[in-house]
């Protein structure tokens, strides 16, 4: 398992990963998480991944009783 923490801009490097068949989880803090399965890498390869993150909807409701 490897960790990464993208920039500003949202990139992120993860290096040196052997070959191998990947899963990539990504979250942020309001927004929903993507997972993204069966990332096939080779030796050598570089692979670019656009990963959109849907905003989470989040929603207050007060109710104040009052009686008549």
Known sequence: RR????N???FFVITNL???NYELQAQATGFVAKIISSI???VG???SLAVPL???L???VTLDHRLN
């Open 54 to 56: 849907g905003v989470t």
């Open 58 to 60: 989040q929603e207050t």
């Open 40 to 42: 096939d890498l080779e």
């Open 18 to 20: 052997p070959a191998g």
């Open 45 to 47: 390869q570089t692979v």
């Open 8 to 10: 500003g801009d949202g």
């Open 3 to 6: 960790e990464a923490v993208s």
